[in-house]
Structure formats: structure tokens, C-alpha cells
């Protein structure tokens, strides 16, 4: 089933409003890398790359590129080992 992310106005970690991304300067890929982080960070509070990596069932180096992108555009961040939701600037619908 496929997704479709749009943006919201959310809140950074002080909860001030932010004004949402340009969610469409994300590709399918990041999306769906996205969702494989959310989904984990929701049940564990972070994730690490091997496990991103297994549910997304693409190879280490398309996740790590991916990362990279949305770590710049602050969607996710590194925390310890591994990697938490930035801040909440779209919703994710299935």
C-alpha cells in the first residue's frame, strides 16, 4: 500500500510552530526510509541502520544516502548509536 506524506504546520523541540517542509524534495526512497525509522522510533524510541536497513529491505548504501538527506532537511536526527524523528513537520497516512 502506498503512503502519502504532506505537510503540517509542527512544533520543533522548544514548541515553538514551525512552518512544514517541502516534503516533495524527498523521493519515494526517502519516504519509505522515513516511515521504516517513525515506525521503529515509535515502539523503541530510536533505531540503529541495520535495522532501517532490514525493514526497508533495500541495500546499506541506499539507506545511508537516504539518512544523510533527511538528516539535512532535519526530518531525522542522530541519537547515540543511531537515529530519532526530527522535527514533526508532516504526517505520514497508509
Do not use: N
Not at 13 to 28: E, K, N, P, T, Y
Not at 44 to 53: I, P
Not at 77 to 93: I, K, N, Q, S
Amino acid at each position: 500500500m502506498m503512503s502519502k506524506a504532506h505537510d503540517v504546520r509542527g512544533r520543533d523541540v522548544q514548541g515553538r510552530d514551525v512552518q512544514g517542509h517541502d516534503v516533495q524534495a524527498l523521493s519515494d526512497v526517502d519516504i519509505h526510509v522515513y516511515e521504516a525509522v517513525a515506525s521503529q522510533v515509535v515502539e523503541s524510541g530510536g533505531t540503529g541502520l541495520g535495522a532501517v536497513v532490514r525493514a526497508c529491505g533495500l541495500t546499506e548504501e541506499e539507506v545511508r544516502e537516504s539518512i544523510e538527506r533527511l538528516v539535512g532537511h532535519g526530518y531525522v536526527v542522530p541519537r547515540g548509536d543511531g537515529y530519532a524523528l526530527g522535527e514533526h513537520t508532516f504526517e505520514v497516512e497508509y
